[in-house]
């Protein structure tokens, strides 16, 4: 007699899921030296920004309430879902409208994970080389949390952005 397992799509998915981020995690843990990765990419990360008047790299974030059509231009534009299905892998798609030029450009996004006991999530170079800023990447989440996205400029100007997201199945 054959026994049939009674498994829902829900269920399979998040144990794939789980199983998946495990294997991965453990095969990426191993094979980089804390100590040496830590090194390579903490010298170039701001300091963690938990409020609305901080600093990165000594100079103040700007967080605009009410932009004007000249100012929307440097602000961050951030896609995220309402409600991330699976925490380990959170799509989030980040740009400016502001042009890439030789004058002006994005030097650096930042990606912070607020709730997580090490917010740094990552941080991308750009150049005017690029020709548009703008950055498609995924990103992993515990639990509900503020994502928030910093857009460093070539002038040192930075402004921020921050977004509630919810997470039904933690992905740390």
């Known amino acids: 007699m054959s026994k049939r397992l009674n498994v829902t799509r829900r269920d399979f998915i998040k144990k794939t ?7 991965v995690g453990a095969g990426s843990i ?6 040496s990765f830590a090194k390579k990419i903490t010298h170039r990360l701001p300091p963690i920004v938990l409020s609305n008047v901080e600093t990165v790299n000594g100079k103040k974030v700007k967080w605009i309430d ?10 961050p534009r951030v ?3 309402l409600i991330a299905q699976n925490g380990a892998f959170v799509p989030i798609t980040i740009e400016v409208g502001n042009p890439q030029t030789d004058k002006l450009y994005l030097k ?4 912070y994970d607020l709730n997580n006991p090490f917010p740094r999530a990552a941080s991308f170079d750009l150049t005017p080389g690029n020709g548009t800023a703008f950055i ?5 989440l515990q639990q509900e949390s503020y994502v928030q996205v910093l857009a460093e400029y ?9 977004r509630k997201i919810k997470v039904t199945l933690g992905g740390c």
């Not at 009410?66 to 602000?75: D, G, N, Q, R, V």
């Not at 650096?108 to 990606?111: A, E, G, L, R």
């Not at 498609?136 to 992993?140: D, F, G, L, P, Y």
């Not at 070539?154 to 921050?162: A, F, I, R, T």
């Open 17 to 23: 899921a789980i199983v998946t981020a495990i294997t």
């Open 30 to 35: 191993m094979s980089i030296p804390r100590d």
């Open 66 to 75: 009410h932009p004007t059509k000249e100012e929307k231009l440097f602000i």
């Open 79 to 81: 896609r995220l879902p």
């Open 108 to 111: 650096t996004f930042y990606i």
């Open 136 to 140: 498609k990447t995924r990103i992993k």
């Open 154 to 162: 070539s002038n040192g100007d930075v402004y921020g952005y921050k």
